[in-house]
């Protein structure tokens, strides 16, 4: 922080100027990255990304950056989300217990459990999409990720993946389809040392 900055905001600082500097740092890594396009799969099985739903082939390559594995929390209320707290893995946590009441309109409201992981185009580097669920088949889907990493013998690389899905039957919806990252190799790159997910 600069001499000129300190200066005019000297009165609103903290006595310890470093505290301020960390708590912007958890800020940014709350706010889940808006301005990179989601990723998503829909009840039909097909992975799309950004508002105008562009379809993700399933022989299309993602790296999977294992420096954004985040958790946290996501709050629904009839249907919107109306709430979310994410932090970069090991470098944060939610307080459940601040966290303001949603008040239920239908089932499914409240606070849930959230997963999110970023991923790279390979043909495209400037093609950065997040992945984020609260859904038990989403969260299983990075759980494997995170699982596979850390198996993995050689912690210089990171998995290259297709979005694919696979399904199971439903006693009452039927075909029912769930989120799957297939690892088709392994490419030279750091990743964390500490277990994930």
Not at 41 to 66: F, H, L, Q
């Amino acid at each position: 922080m600069t001499t000129n900055a300190v200066n005019a905001f000297a009165n609103n600082l903290p006595a310890n100027v470093s505290d301020y500097a960390a708590a912007r740092r958890a800020l940014a890594r709350a706010a889940t990255g808006s301005n990179t396009p989601f990723l998503k799969m829909g009840k039909d099985g097909v992975w799309v990304y950004g508002a105008e739903e562009i379809i993700v082939k399933p022989t299309e390559e993602w790296r999977v950056n294992p420096f954004t594995f985040r958790v946290g929390v996501v709050g629904w209320a009839g249907g919107s989300k109306v709430g979310e707290e994410m932090y970069i893995l090991g470098e944060g946590t939610v307080n459940k217990a601040a966290l303001p009441e949603i008040l239920s309109v239908k089932q499914g409201d409240g606070w849930k459990d959230q997963l999110s992981i970023e991923l790279v185009s390979v043909t495209n580097p400037d093609l950065v999409l997040q992945f984020a669920t609260s859904s038990k088949g989403g969260k299983d889907a990075i759980g494997k990720l995170a699982d596979a990493l850390n198996s993995h013998g050689d912690d210089t690389e990171h998995p290259i993946v297709n979005c694919v899905t696979t399904f199971y039957i439903h006693q009452q919806y039927g075909k029912t389809y769930t989120p799957d990252f297939s690892i088709v190799r392994w490419e030279g790159a750091a990743k964390p040392k500490r277990k994930l997910v």
